[in-house]
């Protein structure tokens, strides 16, 4: 009988801060770390939570999900985005392996789970994109999170909306009771019978970050100075993390494998590139109506029959085409596909900072990155500056903006993430190099002693000795 797991992961937990700048105050990190295997771990194209845990989960990359971030173009019309449902992982993930093979998992949180998905021997709560309501069912089988409501003696909660906002203390006690309450579960849950995986998701430190990075990094360009009462809620997070852990640690039975992962990290947020008002003033872009103030990009009316090409706002700019049979509207000939993409991705490469320093933008088409594209893939994926700035939907207002447009934001996301687990590696046990986050899945499946899919993009590479 394989091990039980227990893969606890905290999205958006930054190596440098745990490995490195607060280690010294993480003495449950720390143990954990000296008695088993830690190091970065490399996060999926794009790093952002939908896809990266639905990639992580199943083992299969962006592309062959068909998942490009939490929104995705459902098809080739211009009628926007909709929001990643559970059932658009089409390949099965971990939990649905093991339900087939007669084992028992508790999938809490894991994104995208809503619709909350029913497991012939486990259970599941819904990850933060479940909408709030009276007749939502947000966990499967209903009793399962009745109960657990019933031991927590609180509601379960997904999220703390709104975490792009000014009131700040306010959003800092909600994640820390969110974070509280996620590890009361995890404690009950590790000692209820009857489980071989729990696999818990938790948001807490990245709202944690996009809210209060800028406090405590004097590199951050709006850092306010080493006096603001809210330098400390980055550092006292994590402190406060590491005790919930150690709670963790005790409840765990000693068979237990424990994984402490995370998405991806955090760097500092420089600042955001108005992709659309980039793309407008070079003319590959036309409104019907230019405005004169910033306005969402869901709000103007495009001249389709002039436009080459529009992106979308987010961690990282996706750039469309207006293609000739494949758009409505299409005006750029299958013939110049490719020149369009490589003129295009060379002029976003150039594009300099906000003061004209250059910045490592990096542009790939996306079968560079993924080993099939379904859906309705962008043609191109922009990584502003490496990820130190964002990219903002918005016409009508500036080019370079100092934050995001859709409120306060002190971080964008980072390559690598965290990965501590309570027992060595065959490397032996300390640091190891070279994780990957796509991995993990097929990983866990070996661990159980299932076959890894064979077109899987991830492989059991971890092998605990
Ligand atoms: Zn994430």
């Known amino acids: 009988m394989a091990q039980r797991v227990f893969v606890l992961g905290l999205d958006c937990l930054e190596p440098s801060l745990v490995f490195e700048q607060f280690r010294e105050h993480l003495p449950h990190f720390r143990r954990l770390m000296h008695q088993g295997s830690w190091g970065p771990l490399r996060s999926v194209h794009p790093p952002i939570t939908v896809p990266?845990?639905?990639?992580?989960?199943?083992?299969?990359?962006?592309?062959?999900?068909?998942?490009?971030?939490?929104?995705?173009?459902?098809?080739?019309?211009?009628?926007?985005?909709?929001?990643?449902?559970?059932?658009?992982?089409?390949?099965?993930?971990l939990w649905e392996h093991l339900d087939r093979a007669g084992l028992r998992s508790l999938v809490l949180g894991v994104p995208p789970l809503?619709?909350?998905?029913?497991?012939a021997h486990g259970a599941a709560v819904g990850c933060f994109l479940t909408p709030e309501g009276e007749n939502v069912r947000w966990c499967e089988p209903p009793q399962f999170g009745q109960e657990l409501a019933r031991v927590l003696g609180s509601p379960w909660?997904?999220?703390?909306?709104?975490?792009?906002?000014?009131?700040?203390?306010?959003?800092?006690k909600r994640i820390h009771r969110m974070t509280r309450l996620h590890f009361d579960a995890a404690c009950h849950l590790a000692q209820s019978p009857h489980w071989d995986l729990i696999f818990l998701v938790h948001m807490g430190p990245d709202r944690l970050h996009h809210a209060f990075w800028q406090f405590f990094d004097p590199h951050h360009p709006q850092y306010p100075g080493a006096d603001n009462p809210l330098r400390e809620a980055v550092p006292e997070y994590y402190r406060f993390l590491d005790q919930q852990l150690g709670r963790l640690l005790k409840a765990l039975p000693s068979d237990v494998l424990l994984l402490v992962v995370s998405d991806h990290g955090a760097c500092p947020l420089e600042g955001g590139i108005a992709v659309n008002q980039w793309l407008m003033?070079?003319?590959y872009l036309v409104l019907r109506r230019r405005p004169d103030q910033p306005t969402a990009w869901?709000?103007?009316?495009?001249?389709?029959?002039?436009?080459?090409?529009?992106?979308?706002?987010?961690?990282?700019?996706?750039?469309?085409?207006?293609?000739?049979?494949?758009?409505p509207q299409?005006?750029?000939?299958?013939?110049?596909?490719?020149?369009?993409?490589?003129?295009?991705?060379?002029?976003?490469?150039?594009?300099?900072?906000?003061?004209?320093?250059?910045?490592p933008t990096a542009v790939f088409r996306p079968e560079e990155l993924f080993r099939e594209c379904r859906g309705v893939a962008p043609d191109l994926i922009c990584y502003w500056g490496n990820l130190r700035y964002r990219s903002v939907g918005t016409v009508g207002g500036p080019l370079y903006w100092p934050g995001?447009?859709?409120?306060?934001?002190?971080?964008?996301?980072?390559?690598?993430?965290v990965f501590v687990s309570s027992r060595p590696l065959e490397q032996g046990?300390?640091?190891?190099?070279?994780?990957?986050?796509?991995?993990?899945?097929?990983?866990?499946?070996?661990?159980?002693?299932?076959?890894?899919?064979e077109d899987a993009a991830g492989e059991a590479a971890w092998r605990w000795a």
């Open 52 to 93: 990266a845990w639905a990639c992580a989960a199943s083992g299969y990359d962006a592309g062959q999900l068909g998942l490009y971030g939490f929104r995705n173009r459902s098809d080739t019309s211009y009628r926007g985005l909709s929001l990643a449902l559970a059932h658009q992982v089409t390949r099965p993930r």
């Open 114 to 119: 809503f619709p909350v998905p029913r497991l």
């Open 404 to 417: 995001n447009d859709t409120g306060p934001d002190g971080a964008n996301h980072h390559w690598d993430g």
């Open 298 to 327: 869901g709000e103007v009316e495009v001249d389709w029959s002039r436009t080459v090409a529009w992106s979308e706002g987010g961690y990282y700019a996706r750039v469309f085409l207006n293609l000739q049979g494949r758009e």
């Open 281 to 283: 003033e070079r003319g």
């Open 330 to 359: 299409g005006v750029v000939p299958p013939g110049e596909y490719e020149a369009w993409r490589d003129r295009l991705a060379a002029e976003m490469e150039a594009l300099p900072g906000p003061d004209g320093e250059p910045i």
């Open 429 to 453: 046990p300390g640091q190891v190099q070279g994780l990957q986050l796509i991995d993990l899945g097929p990983s866990l499946l070996a661990h159980f002693g299932l076959p890894v899919p």
């Open 157 to 172: 909660m997904f999220d703390v909306a709104p975490f792009r906002t000014e009131n700040r203390q306010e959003l800092l």
